[in-house]
């Protein structure tokens, strides 16, 4: 956090990559040309309401740490580092459809933090007893935990408003490319808290999904914006990321931004220690930019995105976000501290025998990771890269496991085979996307054309170019960005860009009818189930394709 004097000034413009995005249009237009203080006089702390909500679910044992957990790690992170002193009459409600006592069963504990550095236990069995001491954390079931959720938030709004309270709140779940949030199984829009918050004053958002900056952007006319504020972990294009996986257990510990945030609110807690002076919002929101950007290769390809209700930059931080003083530095030194271990290197080893499925996916995660299909601790990779690099390592899985890691390893290489032949039919000369590593923040970000790239992503979004297949989980990107960039850096405007893409989308249905089939048919052809039951293997691609 710096340490300037009361006179000292930000202008967000000086600092390309500080995504500081505006009210009125939704982008950085609104704050062009403007300064802002980066100190101001003492305010009151605010009277808040929190509302969490961590939307994974253990189906498949996807809240594992290796996979999906370091969700809950945020989650339980800041449940620790928010708890009052001495609570009140309700006004933290922690939502979740995975008992913490089952997880701590069945996993043992979950991490917080660098895997090489200040790693602690968020939720182990020490800290379970306390947990469910407070009172707050709310059990739902996974089909009702959206529906719940939802309702809570109205009810919490309303009270918030009825007691000139700030609202705050907390979202830790998967994101889509739509800019929905996983919940549960079920999936929650923009729209759905706007609906909700529309007349609510007062409210901060704080989200760890992918594409969540699409919730304080606008890039069309038609979307509306949420009047808030907010920090979210990635751009409306880009995904979040998690601290670097452990070379031990493969355990993702935390996001990012979560520990870019809380490295920062203790920061921010010791300077007004020191001073009459606090840091406003728009230095905290540079000095959470700039932690970020201090956690190495990882931190620099992570994009964060901030937001001010009603552009109100200058406020105190601790008003402006809305979150209780409390002791950040304390609570995190309290926790149960991990001793490092290595961080992986990413490269599977060498593969071993093993039954027909197993081969079969170990002949296609070889191929899959020579693809480069992107950083392990991107938020969608993390549980199928651990899990295809165990396989590849000699480890085993059930059958109906095996069964979905094939499935969704088919889908990303189809869909990179795909792009590769959509490219080559658009006529555009340009790398095959095999063996091409696709850096999305940092071509963005040194381009001059910016927008471009983001008007070619969402074009190719509306168009559904790479399509996801019904029952496939989670977005791949890099089809979509290696598509985009092939076509901003052959293309000589936005005028031949979108002839491409309808030249492409024409294309779609040779792709499926031939090149896809072809490919997927010699994965299978000498498959033994399906050498014997030749009928029912044609009468389903029969079906497939009307």
Known sequence: MATAGPSTTIRPDDFPKFFTMGRRSGTKQDLA???????????????HRILALLGITDTDNLASPTEDGWFASDFYLFHYLLSPQFPRPPNQIWLTCEDPSALVTKYHEYLHGNSEGDRRAVLDGERLLVILGAGNLRLVPRKDLLERYLSTLKEQAAEAARWEEHLVLLIFGHGT????????GSTMHMEDLRHVLEPMSHTTIFTTSCYSGGWLVRPDINQHLLNTTAITAASNESVSLSWAVSGSVGRAS???????????????????????RHPTYIEFSKSVYDCLKGMGTLGNSQEIYFSAENDEWETSYQPRLGLPLTSYKDKWLSLRQVPPSPSSTGGPGPAKTGGRRLKRLKYLAEEYFAAKPGLNEAAP??????????????????????????????YRLGAMYEADFLREQAGLKFPSIFGMEVLWPQVTNESNNREL????????????????????????????????????????????IQGHVEAMASKKKAWFRFIYRAWMGNQVAHDEGVVKSRRAFLEACKKLRY
């Open 381 to 410: 990779n993390i549980g199928l890269h651990n899990c295809l690099q165990t396989v590849l390592k000699g480890g085993t899985y059930p059958k109906k496991k095996v069964d979905g890691l094939t499935e969704t390893t088919s």
């Open 453 to 496: 790239y983001s008007q070619t992503w969402r074009l190719l979004l509306k168009r559904e170019i790479c399509t996801t297949p019904i029952g496939i989980r989670l977005f791949f990107a890099k089809p979509v960005q290696y598509l985009s960039v092939a076509l901003v850096q052959s293309s000589a405007s936005w005028e031949v």
């Open 177 to 184: 490319s739509a800019h929905g949030i996983e919940v549960g």
């Open 254 to 276: 935390g996001s990012l931004a979560a520990s870019a945030v809380l490295r920062c609110l203790i920061d921010a807690e010791e300077l007004t220690e020191e001073t009459t």
């Open 33 to 47: 040309g403007l300064e802002f203080l980066t100190h101001c006089p003492p305010d009151l702390p605010p009277r």
